[in-house]
């Protein structure tokens, strides 16, 4: 498939996410993940929260990333923000999130277009890293963008049981590859993201 190259990003303020753009990314998310629990009006709920009770700097503020074909989203990422703690050292990162691609759309660079406006926010100094979950079919896609496996362990010391693994896919990743990261556990300070 040949690759869409005049795909316009949309930046949405996840703290002022419209109830028309929170349901047509719940529609593709639960198009991509057709899960019985995850219905449209609940991933259009979590679409409106992901920017709630965020205080930070603007230029912090979470955010999602769209882009459109006919009026109909196609491609998502967004961004949570979180300092975490690895080890003894404190980071400020962009906790990169429900990243998708309409399943008919693969294949056209519609992915790293969609993730490329996250990076560029660690690229610019606005993050320390990016940091997200992800699974072994999707690790060769991020390896492409310059991100890495991280083999800390996860907690949520906030949890009710704050040993437990607070993410649902097996891998993590960070971005960039090539600054130092440090050793030991990394506390979410949260739940998964």
Same mark, same amino acid.
């Given at each position: 498939?040949?690759? &869409?190259?005049? %795909?316009?990003?949309? /930046?949405?303020?996840?703290r002022?996410? #419209?109830?028309?753009?929170?349901? =047509?990314?719940?529609e593709?998310?639960?198009?991509?993940?057709?899960?019985?629990?995850?219905p449209?009006?609940?991933?259009?709920?979590?679409?409106?929260e992901l920017?709630?009770?965020?205080?930070?700097p603007?230029?912090?503020?979470?955010?999602?990333?769209?882009?459109?074909?006919?009026?109909?989203? &196609?491609?998502? %990422?967004?961004?949570? /923000?979180?300092?975490?703690l690895?080890? #003894?050292?404190?980071?400020?990162? =962009?906790?990169?999130?429900?990243?998708?691609?309409?399943?008919s759309?693969?294949?056209?660079?519609?992915?790293?277009?969609?993730v490329?406006?996250?990076?560029?926010?660690?690229?610019?100094?606005?993050?320390?890293?990016?940091?997200?979950?992800?699974?072994?079919?999707?690790?060769?896609?991020?390896?492409?963008?310059? %991100?890495?496996?991280? /083999?800390?362990?996860?907690?949520?010391?906030?949890?009710?049981?704050?040993r =437990?693994?607070?993410?649902?896919d097996?891998?993590?990743m960070?971005?960039?590859?090539?600054?130092?990261?440090?050793?030991?556990?990394i506390?979410?300070?949260?739940?998964?993201?």
């Open positions: 498939m040949a690759e &869409i190259e005049t %795909a316009e990003i949309e /930046t949405l303020d996840a002022q996410l #419209s109830a028309q753009d929170a349901r =047509a990314i719940a593709l998310l639960v198009k991509v993940w057709p899960k019985l629990e995850k449209v009006e609940v991933r259009e709920r979590q679409m409106r920017g709630q009770g965020y205080s930070g603007d230029i912090q503020a979470p955010r999602s990333f769209v882009i459109r074909e006919n009026g109909i989203v &196609i491609a998502h %990422a967004a961004f949570v /923000t979180r300092t975490i690895v080890g #003894s050292q404190e980071l400020t990162i =962009a906790g990169l999130t429900r990243v998708c691609t309409d399943p759309k693969r294949g056209m660079g519609l992915g790293e277009k969609i490329r406006p996250v990076l560029d926010l660690v690229d610019q100094g606005v993050f320390d890293f990016s940091y997200f979950q992800t699974t072994p079919q999707v690790v060769p896609f991020y390896e492409r963008l310059a %991100a890495v496996l991280t /083999t800390n362990r996860v907690v949520n010391s906030l949890a009710v049981d704050p =437990a693994y607070p993410f649902w097996e891998l993590q960070r971005y960039p590859a090539d600054r130092p990261w440090p050793e030991g556990v506390d979410l300070r949260g739940p998964g993201f």
